[in-house]
């Protein structure tokens, strides 16, 4: 059961250009969000999170919009470089495991290419 | 330092062999995880572990199982390995029980099932 969807798959843009990855989920419990990046041969790495009482959370070239209403969230990055190519993790804090105890959901990730 | 680190980073082994992936982290975190990584499904959790000997299955558990005698260091073991096991594995941490906040992971372990 998959309560957190990206999209797209895979998403290609220039150097300089603004690459938007989108986020959705369907519980309404979800209350925390972090993004993760993950480069090649690495584990993914904490990149910026938004709170659920938040719409907007900004660090540098990231930003999170996020729409509570409409349980949706994008993660924006202005002036792309190709030191940004990875593949990007959308996660939510209130998932319950089969057994009832609380886990992370993540979803399947973006894939990013910047072309220079 | 924060850091997880994950022992071995290859691994290569035979169908039906017995396997130990081992994972440590510096941080005195109370939560640990185990997940697996194949292309196109994203991080799939396979066990959490809240505390010491204080584990919990995940999304998909089976053929698996945890060891956590530590707080510090988080096991995870294929008994009698598939192919299907062939993927990368990730063990992370977090500070806070019940699997929320900030995880931090290792650099992960290449396991081939042959």
């Known amino acids: 059961q998959q309560q957190v969807r990206q999209s797209p798959q895979s998403l290609t843009v220039w150097e300089g250009e603004t690459a938007i990855l989108n986020c959705s989920y369907e519980n309404s419990a979800f209350d925390y969000f972090p993004w993760y990046q993950q480069f090649p041969g690495e584990g993914p790495a904490l990149l910026i999170s938004?709170?659920?009482?938040?719409d907007k959370k900004e660090d540098g070239r990231f930003t999170i919009f996020f729409n509570k209403r409409e349980k949706k969230l994008s993660l924006h990055i202005a002036d792309s470089q190709p030191g940004d190519s990875a593949t990007y993790f959308c996660?939510?804090?209130?998932?319950?495991?089969?057994?009832?105890?609380?886990?992370?959901?993540f979803g399947k990730g973006t894939s990013l290419v910047v072309h220079p | 330092d924060m850091k997880v680190t994950q022992m071995p980073r290859y691994l290569i082994k035979r169908m039906g062999e017995n396997v130990l992936l081992e994972c440590g982290q510096d941080?005195?975190?109370?939560?640990m995880y185990w997940y697996r990584q194949d292309p196109g499904l994203g991080l799939q959790l396979i066990y959490i572990?809240?505390?010491?000997?204080?584990?919990s299955e995940g999304d998909i558990p089976k053929g698996y199982r945890v060891s956590r005698k530590k707080r510090e260091h988080f096991s995870l073991i294929l008994d009698s390995a598939k192919t299907n096991q062939t993927s990368v594995y990730f063990c992370?941490?977090?500070?806070?029980?019940?699997?929320?906040?900030?995880?931090?992971f290792g650099a992960g372990t290449r396991l081939s099932v042959l």
């Open positions: 941080m005195s975190h109370e939560t």
């Open positions: 938004i709170l659920s009482v938040s």
């Open positions: 996660a939510a804090r209130g998932g319950v495991t089969s057994g009832g105890n609380y886990k992370p959901t």
């Open positions: 572990s809240y505390d010491v000997d204080s584990n």
């Open positions: 992370a941490s977090s500070l806070s029980l019940g699997g929320g906040n900030t995880l931090y």
